[in-house]
């Protein structure tokens, strides 16, 4: 239960600071890099529910002796 815990406050963690980043960057006239910020945060946030997705499918695998 705490590695689940530990997962949703990095997933918040990233959205809360990318979202800071973003406007800063739209305040000071950088559209462009805002929206490229916002796009390698969820580019982030992607590659850690992959990862999990992954870590899901192997225990799966273990539970039902699959090779």
């Known amino acids: 239960m705490p590695m689940q815990i530990e ?3 990095r997933i918040a963690g990233v959205g ?3 979202t ?3 406007q800063v960057l739209t ?3 950088r559209e462009e890099i805002a ?3 916002a796009v ?3 580019m982030l946030v ?3 529910v992959v990862s999990l997705a992954g870590e899901l499918l192997t225990q ?3 539970v039902f002796f699959l090779p």
Request: proline share 0%.
């Open 7 to 9: 997962v949703l406050l």
């Open 40 to 42: 390698a945060g969820m």
């Open 60 to 62: 799966v695998r273990a």
């Open 16 to 18: 809360l600071l990318v």
């Open 35 to 37: 929206t490229l910020a």
């Open 46 to 48: 992607l590659l850690m």
């Open 27 to 29: 305040r000071a006239g």
């Open 20 to 22: 800071v980043i973003c």
